[in-house]
């Protein structure tokens, strides 16, 4: 358990209109035979909208389901993957002017697609360190586009998408507790998203988009590919567990897993096969319709859950991340109750 103990008052997405990978496909931008090995339906892809835009829209969301007023909110984290719209600029504090307008401390965190979980983690402690703090609003925000980076295939196997998400981590109370909040990592595998190449002065040195499965390949040729497949599943299961033992509770507990929106290859390979998990206990019949939001696969998926009700009072629900690094974070949530913005 969480101490001191510490609740979700709130949460939000905010997702642009889907593409329809069939369409992609028809239009020569989705290699098919990646259509059917991810079997993804569909991915958010936003307009004019920008990262740091789409999470202070979801921030709105969540806050305004948390009850919390900018008085209440006494952290605020902005966590990203990748571009947020201009240079040498602190994103957090456009989330902070936006949505909150007060002037507690307001930090941009990294660590690519586990940095939601991460943020939350680390708002997790800045809470508990200090008796007079209330809560913390942590927010994810990514849109992947052209020149820099092809959602379809700058990391085959999973499609990116865009979008926003937000949650409000309280002391005094909500619809959800936090029973337990694990992050592990291994940097023996840091290599894998950067691969062979040299450091570069600046942004796209090597290449003009982002080509994840280069750096891969670069990095499989000198570590090995068991070596690599060995410490993945190791940093995933040692999270998991110990997010699970930390809660009190056994895997065959949890009614609901919110899973990394990975294609369904991966998903099968780290999760379905390995944990023996029922796909339809998870958020991939849903994830598969958005995409993977960067840095917000995990709020979006958890805020799914609660929205549309199949999350009950009494019931616990396993969070899972995952990030380049590598990192893990695995959460467990207990649901006290259906907030009154449920849709029934």
């Known amino acids: 358990m969480t101490d001191p103990a510490l609740y979700l008052a709130g949460c939000g997405t905010w997702l642009p209109p889907p593409v329809a990978a069939a369409t ?16 993804v339906v569909s991915v958010a892809v936003a307009g004019a909208e920008s990262a740091p835009e789409m999470a202070a829209m979801a921030a709105g969301v969540a806050l305004r389901r948390s009850g919390c007023g900018p008085a209440d909110i006494d952290l605020v984290l ?7 719209g201009h240079d040498l600029w602190a994103p957090a504090s456009y989330v902070q002017r936006v949505a909150v307008g007060n002037r507690c401390p307001a930090l941009e965190v990294g660590q690519v697609s586990n940095g939601g979980m991460g943020a939350l983690e680390l708002a997790a402690a800045y809470l508990a360190a200090a008796p007079g703090r209330s ?29 926003g998400t937000a949650v409000v981590l309280s002391r005094r109370g909500g619809f ?5 909040l694990v992050t592990v990592s291994d940097p023996e595998l840091e290599g894998m998203h950067r691969g062979d190449d040299p450091f570069g002065d600046t942004p796209f040195s090597h290449r003009p988009s982002v080509d994840l499965d280069a ?7 000198t570590a090995g590919t068991s070596f690599a497949v060995a ?3 190791a940093g995933q299961a040692t999270a998991l567990k110990r997010a699970l033992a930390e809660a009190g509770a056994e895997l065959g507990d949890v009614a609901r897993v919110v899973l990394p929106h990975l294609g369904r290859r991966r998903l099968q390979a780290a999760y379905f096969g390995r944990f023996d998990i029922d796909p339809d206990r998870t958020t991939w019949p849903w994830s598969r319709t958005v995409g993977h939001l960067g840095a917000g696969d995990t709020f979006a998926g958890f805020d799914h859950l609660v929205s549309t009700g199949l999350l009950a009072p009494g019931e616990l629900c396993l969070l899972v991340s995952v990030g380049a690094g590598f990192s893990w974070s695995c959460a467990v949530v207990e649901v006290l109750e259906h907030p009154d913005w449920v849709i029934t």
């Open 231 to 233: 410490r993945v599943g």
């Open 215 to 221: 750096c891969k390949r670069g990095f499989l040729a």
């Open 176 to 180: 959800a507790r936090l029973r337990s």
């Open 135 to 163: 809560a913390a609003l942590v927010t994810t925000g990514d849109k992947f586009c052209p020149p820099g980076f092809d959602r379809w295939h700058s990391d085959p196997g999973t499609v990116y998408a865009d979008g």
């Open 78 to 84: 902005h966590a990203s993957f990748f571009h947020q």
């Open 24 to 39: 992609a496909v028809a239009e020569g931008r989705f290699d098919p035979r990646l259509a059917r090995s991810t079997e």
